[in-house]
């Protein structure tokens, strides 16, 4: 086992103008869990590669411990890959499968026969050790192909979205599987998803790239609670986190009909950037619901003085999951219309087509910065 370090890494494809991985540091601790995510095209699969040997860095360097393994072929690095795709051969039994890398290092039989047997009771495999991967379920082929990764007892395992293949109850049961085992043989792991679900429930940390670039590396419940900037904040957490441009006004930002305050170093980072407004973000379940009455919105009268107060959302959608309730509406901000998610408990849902007005609660909110998108709260 050990730790890997990219070192400004980079690489940019041949024709490119722009690399599509840039500069990338992240040291990963010896048995951590690091998930890389992001959407497509981010460079969070390259980055794999590069670490896998399969892609050429072309600027900084990759260690593995304290070898400088940027230049080595794959077969000297010390590493075991899982694909998405399973990568087994069809015509070998489930045993076979799993040695053959051994086999081609000239590992005994006997030792071979150990080994597989020894990962097969890990993975729940040993019932299926004499079968072929066509008689196997997607779950059971993807655990052959950890199986295989398993008997070679690298430094480090390299996953490439290796759950994308299967349903999404057999996805849930199996990420534990993999979360669980990579603790238990605490190995030095690197995970590429794009499911940032995934990466928040598997990851030690959680490294998310956006166009080549890493925006920022965290434990998940950090990065949840504190995005960096815009982009984190709109691409962690599932609804995503509801961001929404605002006028700064004396005491905090306006909110609707309300004035919500928000950190004064904030305010101050603003404007000294002469910004006028600045983006709020806040997640689903950080909105308080003002106007509601016996678990439904009331209808609010056009020519009412007395408005309520927070902003007005017409719901569109309700989403009910038992315990919890998702509003999917629409407000009026700043002369367009705005998409936003609020949470409420799932005994107080308000119809299909009723106004609600929401306030978020002042220490839930995030403050970014509406021209660059860095983060301005603490």
Known sequence: MASVTFDKATRLYPGATTPAVDQLEI????????VLVGPSG???STSLR????????NGGAIRIGDRDVTHLPPKDRDIAMVFQNYALYPHMSV???MGFALKIAGVSKAEIRAKVEEAAKILDLTAYLDRKPKALSGGQRQRVAMGR??????????????LSNLDAKLRVS???QIASLQRRLGITTVYVTHDQTEALTMGDRVAVLKDGLLQQVDTPRNMYDRPANLFVAGFIGSPAMNLVEVPIIDGGVKFGNSVVPVSRDALTAAANRGDKTVTVGIRPEHFSV???NGGVAKSLSKDSDDAPAGLAISVNVVEELGSDSFIYGTARVGGEDKDLVVRVDG????????????VPRPGELHVFATSSGERLTD
């Open 149 to 162: 990764a398993i008997v070679r007892e690298p430094q480090v395992f390299l996953m490439d979205e290796p």
């Open 95 to 97: 045993a076979d499968n």
């Open 174 to 176: 199996t990420r534990t």
């Open 50 to 57: 590069m670490l896998a040997g399969l892609e050429e860095v």
């Open 347 to 358: 005994r107080s849902t308000p119809e299909k087509g009723a106004e609600l007005h929401v």
């Open 42 to 44: 981010c460079g969070k």
């Open 27 to 34: 040291e990963i601790a010896d048995g951590e869990f690091l």
């Open 290 to 292: 003002v106007e509601l």
